[in-house]
């Protein structure tokens, strides 16, 4: 009789059989986790007596979080679509800015700067705010893809330009004395949820359906992942390109009119930043900078992250620059953990 061999594997670590799992679902434990050691910072806050209560996990700063977040959270969807077809871009803020000082001065009663009718207040400067923003977009994309540029050169100059008129359109100077019609876009309700909340949700949702049930989605992860291969098959990369841009500076348009009505008055400096908390927000939700990889789910908890982060560190008081360097380790954190960068490199 013939003695049988059995070849033995060697045992794994539970991080190892777990790996797809935790790449998966990565994003959503961290996010669980920030908020737990936010509320038992708060718990202990409240042991001290340094709290009356524990701040963060009141519902009204729930609410405040989310309205917080929505801004930055309708940015970080545009960007999501330009990141994952291997784009990136750096005017959002400006675009922002141009499209919340542009609109204001249709919804305020301020005679020296309105150029609008203010009993159409919300509609007219909603018009403007997109008409902005896709404009600005479409320049974007229709330049680096006819002429094969790169977004970071592109988007740049989209950034200093948008700025320049911002400041341009106004000689500088604030556009405040808004409508009270307009700014509900910014501070009303809407069954108790934030009006920017709505917004943001719905959007979102749209988003989320246009990207994982439609062609075009389907073409913009072809087009990141491999734009040679996505030509040959026959996609439009030109047309995929110019849409996910114009997309992105429309998607900012609709955030400068919530911020402009949110904080009741268009500055030429607003937005500043904004950019890079976006791409913050893209990057660590797992959306790879290489382009083909990325889910707006992603996105989502990525700006959920920033919006707890920079609330709870608020409320312990420390300042905004820690804030900076925190959200810059994440980022360098985000794309080292990148698995499309190991096989890059290999």
């Not at 917080?68 to 940015?75: D, E, T």
């Not at 949110?262 to 927000?281: H, M, P, W």
Request: charged content about 10%; glycine content about 12%.
């Amino acid at each position: 009789m013939m003695n049988s061999t059995k070849t033995l594997s060697p045992p794994t670590s539970f991080l190892a059989r777990h790996k797809g799992s935790m790449h998966k679902y990565g994003i959503v434990i961290a996010f669980f986790v920030l908020c737990l050691i936010v509320s038992l910072i708060g718990e202990y806050q409240v042991s001290q007596g340094v709290w009356s209560s524990n701040y963060f996990l009141s519902n009204e700063n729930m609410l405040i979080v989310l309205r917080q977040v929505s801004i930055n959270g309708i940015l970080a969807i545009g960007m999501t679509f330009v990141i994952i077809a291997a784009g990136v871009d750096l005017s959002v803020g400006s675009v922002l800015a141009l499209s919340g000082i542009v609109a204001a001065r249709f919804a305020t009663n301020n005679a020296g700067l309105s150029i609008g009718d203010t009993a159409n207040a919300v509609m007219l400067p909603l018009i403007v705010a997109l008409g902005i923003g896709i404009i600005c977009g479409l320049i974007n994309g229709t330049v680096l893809a006819r002429y094969r540029l790169q977004p970071f050169i592109v988007t740049m100059g989209m950034l200093s330009a948008a700025r320049g008129m911002s400041m341009l359109t106004t000689d500088g100077n604030p556009v405040s004395q808004l409508n009270s019609d307009f700014r509900w876009l910014g501070n009303g309700y809407i069954a108790d949820i934030p009006v920017p909340v709505v917004i943001f949700t719905v959007l979102f949702i749209g988003a989320w359906i246009v990207l994982n049930k439609t062609i075009f989605g389907r073409h913009v992860y072809a087009v990141g992942g491999n734009q040679k291969s996505a030509r040959t098959s026959g996609i439009n990369v030109f047309k995929i390109k110019v849409l996910v841009y114009t997309l992105c500076g429309c998607l900012a348009g609709v955030a400068g009119l919530i911020l402009t009505a949110r904080t009741g008055s268009a500055q030429t400096n607003a937005g500043a930043g904004y950019e890079l908390d976006a791409i913050a927000a893209v990057v660590i939700g797992g959306t790879s900078m290489a382009g083909g990889v990325g889910t707006l789910v992603g996105t989502l908890f990525g700006v959920l992250i920033i919006g707890v982060m920079n609330n709870g560190l608020d409320l312990l008081g420390v300042q905004s620059y820690y804030q900076q360097i925190i959200k810059g380790v994440l980022i360098v954190v985000a794309v080292l953990l990148d698995p499309s960068r190991k096989q890059q490199r290999d």
